[in-house]
Antibody, heavy 116, light 110 residues
Framework: QVQLVQSGAEVKKPGASVKVSCKAS????????MHWVRQAPGQGLEWMGL????????TYAQKFQGRLTMTRDTSTSTVYMELSSLRSEDTAVYYC?????????WGQGTLVTVSS | QAGLTQPPSVSKGLRQTATLTCTGS????????TAWLQQHQGHPPKLLSY???NRPSGISERFSASRSGNTASLTITGLQPEDEADYYC???????????FGGGTKLTVL
């Protein structure tokens, strides 16, 4: 079955960067877009961007342009989301989610806390 | 970026029917497939329907989705205690080139 396993919780200081990984299994990694979505405490879902694992091409939400980088390693079926210049408002749970007829598969979430 | 509009909360009784709405525009709900997600506190979202009215395998027939113009709806029949959750609609926005979400509706089963 499809599994998306994310890296563990992170605590970062303002201005730092964070890199979250999402290791995929149970399907052909290169065939489906992977999206990143975040959720601040008590808030709704916010789309950050997507990557096509085969080509490595990316599309980012305008809000994150310039400080968001998504990459992938096809040898390990892993996608990465790196967010720089962190501020307190970036404190959230970050999810990876695979796109195939909607988004049926989600990682368990990674809590990123930005605090001085 | 502009999102989709959902009522913040809906309350219904046990075994009743709840209809949740999601209003967008011709750039998203009106011309792109709408998906519905359910999220229980502390858990990742779960896909309930996609492309307006398709249910993934394993999703109860009590959940049905539809669309009329720029408004999508999720109807939940025979409400159960476990249906109490947050529900999000989502769609690709062809103008923004972005996936947009509604703000979510908190469903309370009385």
């Amino acid at each position: 079955q499809v599994q998306l396993v994310q890296s563990g919780a992170e605590v970062k200081k303002p201005g730092a960067s964070v890199k979250v990984s999402c290791k995929a299994s149970g399907y052909t990694f290169s065939s489906y877009f992977m999206h990143w979505v975040r959720q601040a405490p008590g808030q709704g879902l916010e789309w950050m961007g997507l990557i096509h694992p085969s080509a490595g091409s990316t599309t980012y939400a305008q809000k994150f342009q310039g400080r968001l980088t998504m990459t992938r390693d096809t040898s390990t079926s892993t996608v990465y989301m790196e967010l720089s210049s962190l501020r307190s408002e970036d404190t959230a749970v970050y999810y990876c989610t695979r796109e195939e007829s909607g988004h049926p598969d989600w990682g368990q979430g990674t809590l990123v806390t930005v605090s001085s | 970026q502009a999102g989709l509009t959902q009522p913040p909360s809906v309350s219904k009784g046990l075994r009743q029917t709840a209809t949740l709405t999601c209003t967008g525009s011709s750039n998203n709900v009106g011309n792109q497939g709408t998906a519905w997600l359910q999220q229980h506190q502390g858990h990742p979202p779960k896909l309930l329907s996609y492309r307006n009215n398709n249910r993934p395998s394993g999703i109860s027939e009590r959940f049905s989705a539809s669309r009329s113009g720029n408004t999508a709806s999720l109807t939940i029949t025979g409400l159960q205690p476990e249906d109490e959750a947050d529900y999000y609609c989502s769609a690709w926005d062809s103008s923004l080139t972005a996936w947009v979400f509604g703000g979510g509706t908190k469903l309370t089963v009385l």
